[in-house]
């Protein structure tokens, strides 16, 4: 494999660094999904931890480094999940966490990362608007900027993800990995392709928010003008170009899922699996579901990396959906 900006052995040396609690998740065939999809279904379950996403595990090399380092602050832009992570790991090591967000972010997520004592400044406009209020922050303050999929930490935090599936996991030959910034899917398919280059790697995306995935078929950065999903973790609109730099490399193919797919692998993945995830986290079952041909007989990887969710939502969009079969 082509270099990318990930290094295995920095990623085993996470490990050290990741308060347990958010290693080692589970990761189980689900039978019960198998009829509905035609294939062998394994789940990592990246949300049995107290923040419920996959984020924690680069955040906790952030604040472990900038603890060491001395330096008291940092600023993030976050749809949610990563503004939760960083003020759990930044709460035990005296660290001071802002947090930039949307105020049309999910009122779940906003809440929760108040809870764990971070200072949240919300801005109008979308995810995008916020990365640059954050950035704008960081440069006038002089702290910190954690820049989501940019920063290697947090690239190779989701990789230890990898490190466990090809460590402990039978035989499968394909991994489904929501596709947003892009850290969960070059690190992950970083040390796939790395320990078990043979595993396809499949990225997942809205179609309405389809920036990286354009960007990945065109082998250059494609912006998009907006966006149009229910999964706000992964409605990003400018693909940053190091992150694609590493995607293309690792890669095999990278999926668009219609937003009636994600509602039919989230009412799934509850009915059958007893999860309640976030959108993001069913895209890999929409996946599927879009093209059971392509996927029939094979033993698939999934990916569920998120449950905050506002209930309201979930309960109208699962609500309504029927499970497509064919």
């Known amino acids: ?78 749809a949610g999940n990563l503004g939760q992570a960083l003020a759990w790991s930044a709460r035990g090591r005296g660290l001071d966490v802002t947090v930039v967000a949307s105020r049309f972010a999910t009122a779940t997520k906003l809440d929760r990362i108040r809870a764990l004592g971070a200072r949240l400044e919300l801005v109008d406009g979308d995810h995008e608007t916020a990365r640059e209020r954050a950035t704008a922050i960081a440069r006038y303050d002089g702290i910190r900027l954690l820049e989501d999929s940019l920063d290697i930490e947090t690239c190779e935090g989701a990789a230890t993800i990898g490190l466990e599936l090809v460590d402990t996991a039978p035989s499968f030959d394909t991994v489904l990995i929501a596709l947003g910034g892009g850290a969960l899917a070059t690190g992950v398919g970083h040390v796939v392709k790395a320990l078990a280059p043979e595993v396809e790697v499949i990225c997942v995306q809205p179609l309405g928010a389809p920036a990286l995935t354009h960007s990945w078929r065109q082998g250059r950065v494609v912006t998009a003008d907006s966006t149009n999903t229910i999964a706000d973790g992964v409605a990003g609109r400018r693909p940053i170009p190091a992150v694609l730099d590493d995607l293309l490399l690792v890669a095999d193919d990278a999926v668009l899922v219609q937003e009636a797919s994600i509602i039919a ?12 995830v976030e959108p993001s986290a069913a895209l890999g079952i929409a996946a599927i579901l879009e093209d059971r041909e392509r996927f029939a007989g094979r033993h698939v990887v999934t990916i569920v990396c998120g449950s905050n969710v506002d209930m309201d939502s979930y309960h109208r969009w699962v609500g309504a959906a029927p499970i497509h079969r064919s």
């Not at 692998?265 to 309640?276: E, F, I, P």
């Open 1 to 78: 494999m082509h270099e990318t900006r990930l290094d295995t052995a920095r990623i085993r040396a996470a490990r050290r660094v990741i308060d347990p609690i958010f290693l080692d998740t589970p990761l189980y065939r689900c039978e019960a999904l198998e009829p509905g999809l035609g294939c062998t279904v394994s789940i990592k379950l990246e949300t049995a931890n107290p923040v419920r996403s996959f984020k924690a595990r680069g955040t906790e090399v952030v604040a472990s480094l900038l603890a060491d380092n001395g330096s008291p602050a940092v600023v993030c832009a976050s």
């Open 265 to 276: 692998g989230m009412r799934a993945l509850l009915d059958h699996a007893g999860l309640v």
